[in-house]
């Protein structure tokens, strides 16, 4: 009875948070706080739950891993040369804060500052995630060198989780290169789980099912969990399985960040010092700034993704809770930790929903200290003879693509942030460059003034990348036709009034464009009624 108040509660003040720009986690933290206070503490339910959180969160991230993109320089390198930087700052800041007397730091040690140092290097996962899908940039340049460095983050706490058990792995652990041989099976089964429940319990069973081999034979399961993702990554369908597991990842999570909140009530110096941890947070998203202009990236680039970075991570709050298991660091460091978490995310969220606007305003500055030689993803962007343009490489821009070009006689340019995406199409004969809409730098770089382009045609998802990109067409001052899609109709008069001429409403014209294309089909002989005289 008593879980299904507490389930209850985490549902409340998570939608409160929501309703209020914040990760619903927050409000979870905030319910486990809540509930201490009211004498609760954690039981076998909220334990399980936590664990299988993990669990699914760690399977996940091994379905997402793509070795050679995180092969590359400014993505480990990043990451790597960050972490340090960080531990570099922070180490001998919380020393020196202890040897001054300042509480909870009193009776630290070296190791117990590293340890913590460690957990604070670490960016949200979940946050920065959930940023990137709700402005639709999670295919962008600097969206996927973010979560690449995000995965080299996790595997390095992935690491720590294997070696902290301080278990000495049995003979029978020799057995687990049985997986290997296994792997065919298992793709096997993956094609065949169909789209449904059965995809969903396929991935339940393999992600929870190996984690308890790994630990059977005295293994941490968490390396098992993201191993076996990591085995199965390459299966066509492991984006699939990825976003059925999506869901209930974050339910099961839910009890993670009750769990932490059950351990204790936070004191006032607690809430004080992770109000101070938040302070640290413009040196994070600096020096992410820093080290991303450093390897070769646009100042776009780095300054959008070190914003998307500058967070702190549920990882580390694993981390301080391993630490705490193992005696490594006191009990109230946990609460700090995930108060800290808490917080930057108050801090990060108006900053995340403003990073375009401020982006903009500081281009010139940024621009100024960009490198010279830059990486191959970010040269100038050459449309070459084309004389229209799709914007949006989905479904519904490479038909739009399809037609200029077989149908139409036009020489078109398709543009996509997806590298996946525009390589699909490349081996499909289109020719397709990178570029991401909500870049005014990318419109900048086009010249599309001199009078070569006729036409631009913007098939994006989301109304307001559409009018982004209308608006900057009109700014860089493109005088031919703009066309763009839209769902609703107060979602075509803004694009109207942004200088689109012809808007293609999707719910509107799909029935109508759905019954021509039948009725006018060659391949079966369909007679279609004619109307009658007067209709």
């Known amino acids: 009875m008593f879980d299904i108040v507490w389930i209850a509660l985490a549902f409340v003040l998570g939608l409160g948070a929501r309703q209020i720009g914040l990760p619903p986690l927050v409000g979870y933290l905030v319910g486990g706080f809540l509930l201490h206070a009211f004498g609760a503490r954690e039981d076998a339910l909220i334990e399980e739950l936590s664990h299988s959180g993990i669990t699914l969160l760690l399977f996940t991230i091994g379905l997402k891993l793509k070795l050679k993109s995180l092969a590359q320089p400014h993505v480990w390198g990043t990451a790597a040369l960050h972490m340090v930087a960080m531990m570099a700052l922070l180490v001998p800041l919380l020393l020196t804060l202890g040897g001054l007397g300042v509480p909870l730091l009193a009776d630290s040690d070296l190791g117990a500052a590293a340890l913590l140092a460690f957990a604070l290097s670490f960016s949200s996962t979940v946050f920065a995630v959930k940023v990137l899908e709700d402005k639709g940039e999670m295919g962008s340049l600097y969206g996927t060198v973010a979560i690449g460095i995000l995965i080299i983050q996790d595997l390095a706490a992935v690491l720590f989780l294997a070696f902290s058990a301080g278990k000495i792995p049995t003979l029978w652990a020799l057995l687990l290169l049985l997986l290997m041989p296994a792997r065919r099976l298992l793709l096997w089964l993956l094609s065949r789980a169909g789209h449904g429940e059965l995809l969903l319990l396929f991935g339940l069973t393999l992600a929870i099912g190996t984690s308890e081999l790994f630990e059977l034979v005295h293994m941490k399961g968490d390396l098992g969990a993201i191993l076996i993702g990591v085995m199965v990554a390459s299966h066509p369908k492991a984006s699939e399985l990825a976003k059925s597991l999506l869901d209930l990842k974050d339910l099961f999570l839910v009890g993670f960040f009750l769990s932490i909140g059950l351990q204790g009530a936070p004191s006032l110096a607690m809430i004080l010092f992770a109000l101070g941890l938040v302070l640290v947070l413009p040196y994070k998203w600096y020096l992410f700034q820093r080290l991303m202009l ?96 799709v914007v949006g490489m989905g479904r519904i821009g490479c038909g739009a693509y399809d037609e200029l070009a077989h149908e139409r006689g036009l020489r078109p340019v398709g543009v996509d942030a997806d590298p996946d995406t525009i390589a699909r199409h490349q081996q499909q004969g289109r020719y397709v460059v990178q570029g991401s809409a909500t870049d005014a730098d990318f419109w900048h770089r086009l010249h599309l003034d001199d009078g070569h382009m006729r036409l631009v045609l913007l098939a994006m998802p989301r109304v307001s990348e559409n009018l982004f990109a209308a608006e900057h067409l009109g700014k860089e001052g493109f005088t031919g036709t703009i066309g763009a899609i839209a769902k609703y109709p107060d979602d075509e008069q803004a694009l109207r009034a942004a200088g689109v001429q012809l808007v293609f409403n999707l719910y509107a014209e799909a029935g109508a464009g759905f019954a021509q294309h039948v009725c006018a089909g060659r391949k079966h002989a369909i007679d279609c009624p004619q109307p009658e005289a007067g209709q």
């Not at 991570?313 to 700090?336: C, D, K, M, R």
């Not at 930057?344 to 900053?351: E, Q």
């Not at 200290?369 to 070459?384: K, M, N, S, T």
């Open 294 to 389: 450093w390897f070769g990236l646009r100042g776009r680039t780095a300054f959008l993704g070190g914003l998307t970075l500058a967070n702190y991570s549920e990882f580390g709050l694993i981390v301080a809770a391993v630490g705490v298991e193992n005696g490594w660091l006191a009990p109230q460091w946990l609460a700090v930790v995930a108060l800290a978490l808490a917080f930057s995310f108050i801090a990060a969220s108006p900053a995340t929903s403003r990073s375009h606007a401020w982006h903009e305003a500081m281009s010139d500055w940024l621009r100024r200290r960009e490198r010279r030689q830059r990486l191959p993803e970010e040269a100038e962007i050459d449309p070459g003879d084309a004389n229209a343009m």
